[in-house]
């Protein structure tokens, strides 16, 4: 098993829906980090995780607001897919085991 702990900030408010008689709260987290390129140049780097937290306590919902700090733990999971213009492309989404607000 592939275990991911994620640190960050939620991009947008989390989305809490049913699919198929099971509740499921869907929302991004990003972390930025901030280095220095080969000539001294500051820069940044925003890493996006989609997330997908399949479970019946749903009361964690309403706090999941834009810019909340989270820890998220759990594994990933790759799903393929097939673009409009039918090309194959990948999804990586991380399945939560457990979300703490920080």
């Known amino acids: 098993m592939i275990k991911l702990q994620v640190i960050g900030n939620l991009g947008k408010d989390g989305i809490l829906s049913n699919v198929n008689g099971k509740n499921v709260i869907n929302f991004s987290v990003a972390h930025t980090e901030r280095y220095k390129?080969?000539?001294?140049?500051?820069?940044?780097?925003?890493?996006?995780?989609?997330?997908?937290?399949?479970?019946?306590?749903?009361?964690?919902?309403?706090?999941?607001?834009?810019?909340?700090?989270?820890?998220v733990e759990g594994f990933p999971d790759v799903r393929s897919y097939t673009t409009s213009d039918g090309r194959a492309g990948v999804s990586l989404t991380l399945r939560v085991l457990s979300v703490q607000l920080l």
Do not use: F, N, S
């Open 37 to 71: 390129d080969a000539t001294g140049a500051q820069k940044e780097r925003t890493t996006w995780v989609e997330c997908a937290y399949w479970t019946e306590k749903t009361g964690i919902a309403p706090y999941l607001k834009k810019g909340t700090q989270v820890y």
